[in-house]
C-alpha cells in the first residue's frame, strides 16, 4: 500500500466517523424539536432517560427516541478515533511494517484504557 492509499484509507474512516456523528447528533436535535427529548419518532409514551446514561441507546434507538440518536452520535464520534487507529494498524501489518504496527498498536491499547478505564 503506497502512502498516498494509506493516506485516503485512514482520512476516509475520519471522514464516515466525522459526518455519520453530525448526522445522528444533527436528525436528534431535530427529532427533539418535534416531540421533545424524552418523546418518540413512532409515538409510543414519554420517558424519563438521563443524557448522561447510554445503557439504553439500543433500544432507544428502535424506538426513535432523539435523546438516543444524539446519544449515538456521540458514541460514533467516541468510536471514530478508535477505528482510525485500528485501521492504521491493520494496514501497517499488511504493508509488513512491524515495528509501525507495534507502536501504533500500543497507542490503540492507550485510547482503549482511557476509553473504558481499569476499575
Known amino acids: 500500500m ?7 484509507l485512514v482520512s476516509g474512516v475520519l471522514i464516515v466517523g466525522v459526518v455519520t456523528s453530525a448526522a445522528l447528533i ?3 436535535f431535530g427529532a427533539s424539536l418535534a416531540v421533545g427529548w424524552d418523546g418518540s419518532l413512532r409515538g409510543l409514551p414519554v420517558t424519563v432517560a438521563a ?3 447510554f445503557s439504553a441507546v439500543g433500544s432507544a434507538l428502535l424506538e426513535l427516541r432523539p435523546i438516543a440518536l444524539a446519544q449515538a452520535g ?12 485500528l ?3 491493520v494496514a501497517f501489518a499488511l504493508e509488513g511494517d512491524h515495528l509501525y504496527a507495534a507502536i501504533t498498536l500500543a497507542v490503540l ?4 484504557v482511557s476509553l473504558f478505564g481499569l476499575r
Open 2 to 8: 503506497n502512502p498516498t492509499r494509506f493516506r485516503d
Open 51 to 53: 443524557p448522561t446514561d
Open 74 to 85: 456521540l458514541l460514533v464520534l467516541l468510536a471514530t478515533p478508535v477505528l482510525r487507529v
Open 26 to 28: 444533527a436528525v436528534g
Open 87 to 89: 485501521t492504521s494498524v
Open 109 to 112: 491499547a492507550i485510547l482503549l
